[in-house]
């Protein structure tokens, strides 16, 4: 019998009734706000899933101890943040839910200081694909699963147990944090530390123009990856060296392996390697746009006014 309890009805008695009116102000968006709207939905049992898979990965990596609040100590909140992840097409490929620690509530100098994480700039993304359109190298794409969970926490950091998984009989309890969590403030930096230590030990050179470009490059290959978060691109001048580093990184963080570059950051990659061009489009998101804008134009305007509208 597991310690926390589960899901099924106890989100109807303890989700606050006032978490309805949040869907007011966002009502173009399809996924669920919070766990009520994710228990409400008609895909209430992927979201639960989602739920288990996401809490599953936190324990297995040890990410907080319950204890006691200090008295010179305040928790902060957390909360799930449900995403449907789709393909270039629209398809739906995962349901993904993540607990998010509500960072807001910490206080600078006190929970923590230094917050800057470099992200990759798009201009660098574009040069890098022009070249290795021109030189014809393998460019893939990988994902850093739970990725803030890698960085290490400098400050002690409580939070409130996640909703659907508080345990019994210790519902005083709080998280001590013991790694970065999404939300908190310092967690980017502490991600970012943790991936740059280890390019560097992989004799990898970093870019002074962008902190997010790595390379490396011998007499027999040419490696370079770019870093936008959780998302890494990578292109090699050879196969078994692209191999190599993937395997490489699986060794040392969770990943998810995404094959050759097709969808990424909410843009498409077409690519014609006999002609050694690569095509960048963004049709779904505006697809998508146009959907929530018309979404958000018939909840605002009156019910007569968006039935006499045009169709799109």
């Known amino acids: 019998m597991r310690e926390r309890r589960l899901l099924g009805e106890w989100w109807k008695n303890h989700i606050l009734p006032q978490q309805d009116v949040e869907r007011t102000n966002v009502a173009c968006l399809d996924d669920p706000l919070n766990l009520c709207d994710a228990m409400r939905s008609e895909d209430a049992s992927k979201w639960e899933a989602a739920m288990e898979e996401e809490f599953g990965s936190l324990m297995a990596n040890g990410m907080w101890e319950l204890v006691p609040l200090p008295k ?110 999404y939300g908190l403030k310092k967690s980017p930096r502490a991600w970012y530390q943790c991936i740059d230590m280890f390019f560097t030990h992989e004799d990898f050179f970093r870019s002074q123009v962008d902190h997010s470009l790595y390379v490396k490059q011998t007499g027999e290959y040419l490696l370079i990856v770019i870093i936008y978060v959780d998302d890494l691109i990578i292109l090699a001048s050879n196969v078994s060296i692209l191999k190599w580093l993937k395997s490489r990184l699986e060794e040392e963080f969770e990943m998810s392996d995404l094959g050759e570059l097709h969808y990424c950051l909410g843009v498409e990659f077409e690519r014609d390697r006999a002609n050694r061009t690569i095509t960048v489009s963004q049709s779904k998101y505006i697809e998508e746009v146009r959907k929530r804008f018309n979404k958000a134009m018939n909840f605002l305007l009156p019910k007569s006014a968006s039935e006499s509208a045009p169709p799109p």
Not at 81 to 109: C, N, P, W
Not at 130 to 154: P, S
Request: proline share 2%.
């Open 72 to 181: 010179d100590h305040k928790s902060v909140g957390c909360k799930w943040v449900f995403r449907t992840k789709r393909d270039a097409s629209g398809h739906i490929m995962r349901h993904k839910a993540r607990l998010v620690a509500k960072g807001y509530f910490q206080v600078e100098g006190v929970d923590f200081n230094e917050t800057f994480a470099p992200m990759a700039k798009f201009t660098t993304i574009r040069c890098m694909f022009a070249i290795g359109a021109a030189m014809d190298l393998e460019i893939h794409q990988m994902d850093v699963k739970t990725v803030f969970l890698n960085g290490e926490l400098e400050e002690d950091i409580y939070m409130d147990q996640p909703q659907g998984f508080v345990q019994d009989g210790k519902e005083h309890l709080v998280c001590k944090l013991k790694k970065s969590l």
